[in-house]
């Protein structure tokens, strides 16, 4: 573990100016989603010739969830790219140098794509439960996540949410081209292949990356969480519980 004084150093807390700073950041980035997804309704309805109820929905339109899924997909791939290139840059290999940097140090691209998180589950969030009911579980999915963000303005877990909120969205980029893929080719059958190429890329995807990857970098943070209980360097015990 690092020495004594880096907690000192470090100093990670909340304040209104960093969540407001959060805000202020990600609101410009929310409006683009939204406009993104306004436009992309209007596009394909013009391409399709007008409007479908998919079979393999109870709500919204043809066009309204291709919409919403082409910018789940345009953030995935963002996401993506931040985390792999995190990862290529040795920033994920120098903030895992410690139990102190894992947790509290703080990382300016770690930070950029935590903006970028925070505008898309606030958009994700009113899509799942006002535009596109999706139930409960993922209404809720999406706001702790909000959340998450707001959270890891102490600084915290920056090493962490690089694989969290980036590289794990590897998986989610087939799932998002599947599922657009997968409204349309009730309408137009030529999308049947890349569904079912998609489909399988998916899984191949989610077991390396969800069922290896995920619970291996769970278990290295609860330790880190657990180490820092035990030794009383927590910066809120209420964010790390």
């Avoid at 120098?94 to 770690?110: E, P, Q, T």
């Avoid at 102490?154 to 989610?172: K, V």
């Avoid at 899984?203 to 969480?225: E, K």
Wanted: aromatic share 12%; hydrophobic share 50%.
């Amino acid at each position: 573990m690092a020495d004594s004084g880096a907690m000192d150093v470090l100093s990670p807390s909340y304040s209104a100016v960093k969540l407001s700073g959060l805000v202020a950041e990600a609101l410009p980035i929310l409006i683009i989603f939204a406009a993104c997804h306004s436009l992309l309704v209007v596009v394909v309805r013009r391409i399709t010739g007008g409007d479908w109820v998919p079979k393999t929905t109870s709500s919204g339109t043809g066009a309204e969830l291709v919409a919403y899924n082409c910018v789940v997909l345009g953030f995935d791939l963002l996401s993506t790219f931040m985390g792999v290139c995190a990862l290529l840059d040795g920033t994920m290999t120098s903030l895992f140098s410690s139990v102190d940097d894992r947790l509290y140090a703080y990382s300016a691209l770690g930070s950029t794509l935590c903006t970028v998180t925070a505008a898309f589950e606030a958009y994700n969030t009113f899509v799942s439960a006002v535009m596109l009911p999706q139930g409960p579980a993922l209404v809720a999915h999406h706001a702790v996540t909000l959340l998450l963000c707001g959270i890891a303005t102490a600084p915290y877990c920056h090493a962490y949410l690089l694989f969290f909120f980036g590289i794990a969205n590897l998986s989610s980029i087939s799932l998002a081209a599947f599922t657009i893929c997968d409204i349309l080719r009730a309408r137009y059958p030529a999308f049947e292949a890349p569904y079912n190429h998609l489909r399988t890329a998916f899984g191949l995807s989610f077991l390396v990356v969800r069922t290896g990857a995920w619970p291996v970098l769970s278990a290295r943070f609860w330790m880190d969480s657990y180490i820092a209980v035990r030794v009383g360097r927590v910066h809120s015990y209420l964010a790390t519980t």
